[in-house]
């Protein structure tokens, strides 16, 4: 708790541009949690380098991505969006919990097999030990909720095992957090082979549809969209494609199922993929406007960054100051 709220925290890494499964499974949902919940974004650019970047790109992502977050809508003044390489205290918590994470764990993650089998030529001790980090982020925070896809699930019940095994241990140091799932956008899936889920890495550019895309782009990634040999707008688990389809278009206007099968009765698919494209177009071109007037402003971002930076630091100290305590690091006396 922080005063009378509960503390919620997630991140993205810095990877590269987001797509609209980010946006619309991850970060929109986002927007209103400030009003109930105290709230902590990051950018997470230190789990970026367990996969080889280019310093230049790595600092220009951060950077976008920071931007993005409020450009979407989220409050600077009341959510603190800031740089995981700006407060120490995550790496210093995460080599603590390494000697309470064991190997088997992070054996068994999803996410360490499919990146390991990758990027075989890269397989670092940091991308095995990848989760760690992303406990420390957590729990440092003392965070209650933690907002994350599917794909997460796994990473936070090892947080919570890491948190459980150490308070067992030390009596209760750590919140034990639990995951909080959004109500729409759940799993956006790719454009080009619908079994997948929607990837800013997948090798296929009409697979996806970045945050970034023009209208004429968005429109051209949706008529190309697989669907089937049927001309049937129909909701079905044998209708992949036009299933996830809807469920963009749903997630864009608000409108229900029922009623989107009803609207593009007997029409078939170009009319809709259109209007499907012209739906996602209406939602990023304003979100794409505050970011190219967000970018401009140099210094108004720059104060963001440092004042955010200023207050996580304060919240993630105070629990790493509790943990060195417990686990026997003497106070430097100055
Ligand atoms: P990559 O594909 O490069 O591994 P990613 O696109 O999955 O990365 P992450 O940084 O791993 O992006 O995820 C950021 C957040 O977006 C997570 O909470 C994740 O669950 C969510 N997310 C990512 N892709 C989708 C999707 N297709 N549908 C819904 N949510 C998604
Ligand atoms: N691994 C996450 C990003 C991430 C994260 C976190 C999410 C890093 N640290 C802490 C929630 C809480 C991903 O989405 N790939």
Redesign the pocket.
């Known amino acids: 708790m922080i005063g009378d709220k509960k503390v919620l925290y997630?991140a993205?890494?810095a990877?590269?541009n987001?797509?609209i499964?980010?946006y619309?499974?991850?970060l929109r949902n986002w927007v209103n949690l400030c009003d109930e919940y105290e709230c902590f974004f990051a950018v997470a650019n230190e789990h970026s380098i367990t996969v080889r970047q280019e310093p230049a790109a790595l600092r220009k992502h951060a950077r976008e991505l920071l931007t993005l977050y409020i450009a979407a809508g989220l409050d600077p003044e009341k959510n603190c969006l800031y740089y995981q390489s700006h407060v120490p205290a995550h790496a210093e918590l995460a080599w603590i919990l390494n000697c309470y994470t064991y190997m088997g764990e992070l054996s068994r993650m999803t996410q360490f097999k499919d990146k390991s089998a990758k990027h075989e030529d890269n397989v670092n001790a940091g991308l095995f030990t990848y989760p760690v980090l992303m406990a420390a982020d957590i729990l440092l925070f003392q965070a209650d909720y933690v907002?994350?896809?599917?794909?997460?699930k796994q990473h936070l019940e090892l947080t919570r095992d890491i948190a459980m095994r150490f308070n067992s241990i030390y009596g209760d140091v750590f919140t034990i957090p639990e995951v909080y799932l959004g109500k729409t956008?759940?799993?956006?899936?790719s454009l080009q082979d619908p079994s997948k889920?929607?990837?800013?890495?997948?090798e296929n550019p009409n697979a996806y549809i970045l945050m970034m895309d023009d209208k004429d782009t968005i429109i051209r990634k949706f008529k190309r969209a697989i669907t089937d040999s049927d001309t049937q707008v129909r909701y079905s688990d044998d209708k992949p494609g036009v299933s996830n389809l809807i469920d963009i278009y749903a997630s864009c206007t608000g409108k229900s199922t029922e009623e989107i099968e009803k609207e593009f009765e007997g029409q078939g698919y170009g009319q809709f993929k259109l209007a499907v494209g012209e739906a996602v177009a209406d939602v990023l071109t304003p979100i794409q406007e505050r970011y190219a007037d967000l970018s401009k402003n140099k210094d108004y971002i720059d104060g963001i960054i440092k004042n955010n930076a200023e207050k996580a630091n304060y919240f993630a100290n105070k629990t790493l100051r509790k943990v060195q305590k417990k686990v026997g690091f003497p106070e430097l006396i100055r």
């Open positions: 997630s993205v890494q990877t590269g987001l797509t499964g980010n619309l499974g991850a907002p994350v896809g599917v794909d997460q956008g759940r799993k956006i899936m889920k929607m990837s800013k890495s997948d």
